[in-house]
Nanobody, 124 residues
């Protein structure tokens, strides 16, 4: 099993940047595709970005392409989300997610493990 703990959320002005981190437990981290979802108040949880187990492949929602990047460090069992050019509509609770083997499963919402989330608030 995998336990996921997010950190790095906070308040930032529109146009600014934040870096979120997700720390994972266990020694099978590299066998999991990882990703991030977000949920704004009153809205459904939506896919943001995913990364393959090796880090070679990434997948982005259209709303964040060109602004967000994802990376992972399998030795440290962490995954990071770098968010640039933030907009008020990016305000949400951001959740780290893991799925066995296939990043396409993460992109499609087929998630095996969830973190508890970290709040990102973007002010205008």
């Amino acid at each position: 099993q995998v336990q996921l703990v997010e950190s790095g959320g906070g308040l930032v002005q529109a146009g600014g940047s934040l870096r979120l981190s997700c720390a994972a437990s266990g020694r099978t981290f590299s066998s999991y595709a990882m990703g991030w979802f977000r949920q704004a108040p009153g809205k459904e949880r939506e896919f943001v970005v995913a990364i393959s187990g090796s880090g070679a492949s990434t997948y982005f929602a259209d709303s964040v392409k060109g602004r967000f990047t994802i990376s992972r460090d399998n030795a440290k069992t962490t995954v990071a989300l770098q968010m640039n050019s933030l907009k008020p509509e990016d305000t949400a609770v951001y959740y780290c997610a893991a799925a066995s083997h296939f990043p396409e499963l993460v992109a499609g919402g087929r998630v095996d493990y969830w973190g508890k989330g970290t709040l990102v608030t973007v002010s205008s």
